[in-house]
């Protein structure tokens, strides 16, 4: 995943402009399959669950904001794989939320 964002057209002026592929510059596929893979790699919900960090590597720190399912936002920091902040709103989706080891 990280290579992946790290790859950019030479042509273009901006890093974030991918392609040409099939078909155009920008393409802007490529930008929005990484956002949604590293959505999925912090928190993937099932159910009434949410699961944070189901895929998540130890060694990337992050600091993140998103919003689940029935209205619920999670936002946190994660600093050297410590959970050093988390909040969830609304507060009882909270028991909801399932933190799943690093690996």
């Known amino acids: ?12 002026r901006f890093p974030a402009f991918w392609g040409p592929n099939y078909d155009w510059v920008p ?5 929005s399959n990484i956002l949604i893979a590293l959505q999925a790699m912090l928190l993937q919900a ?13 060694e990337w720190d992050v600091d ?5 399912p029935q209205q619920t936002l999670i936002q946190g920091q994660l600093r050297e794989g410590e959970l ?7 507060k009882n989706r909270r028991r909801d939320l399932v933190v799943m080891p690093l690996h």
């Open 1 to 12: 995943l990280a290579m992946r964002a790290a790859d950019f057209n030479p042509d273009c």
């Open 27 to 31: 393409d802007q596929d490529h930008g």
């Open 46 to 58: 099932a159910g009434d669950s949410l699961y944070l960090f189901p895929a998540w590597p130890r």
């Open 64 to 68: 993140f904001k998103l919003h689940a």
């Open 84 to 90: 050093i902040d988390l909040r969830v709103e609304p």
